[in-house]
């Protein structure tokens, strides 16, 4: 089994910066990871994906203010957000999928993120 530890959420001002961590309990073979957010009344949505070549995806929403990165050696991915907006606020969940049959989900508890005044 394999746990899955996001950190680095808090309160910041719009237009202020945060780095969100995901460290898993051991490394594990997936082709992508990810970080998903969800606000409340809200649909759990994704928010940028990076694969195992190094290629990364993101939400329109976050395009050109976000980036996801990862450090194999700490079986880490980072989220580096930039730029944030009141409606970036949302409790961020960390996502790697398994590279094996039956390609289970793993999923973090979350961590807040709120941009406010």
């Known amino acids: 089994q394999v746990q899955l530890v996001e950190s680095g959420g808090g309160l910041v001002q719009p237009g202020g910066s945060l780095t969100l961590s995901c460290v898993a309990s051991?490394?594990?073979?997936?082709?992508?990871r990810g970080w998903y957010r969800q606000a409340p009344g809200n649909e759990r949505e994704l928010v940028a994906t990076?694969?195992?070549?190094?290629?990364?995806n993101y939400a329109d929403s976050v395009q050109g203010r976000f980036a996801i990165s990862r450090d194999n050696t700490k079986n880490t991915v980072y989220l580096q957000m930039n730029s944030l907006k009141p409606e970036d606020t949302a409790v961020y969940y960390c996502?790697?999928?398994?590279?094996?049959?039956?390609?289970?989900?793993?999923w973090g508890q979350g961590t807040q993120v709120t941009v406010s005044s």
């Open positions: 996502n790697v999928r398994d590279g094996v049959p039956p390609y289970r989900d793993y």
């Open positions: 051991r490394s594990i073979y997936s082709i992508y």
């Open positions: 990076i694969s195992s070549g190094g290629y990364t």
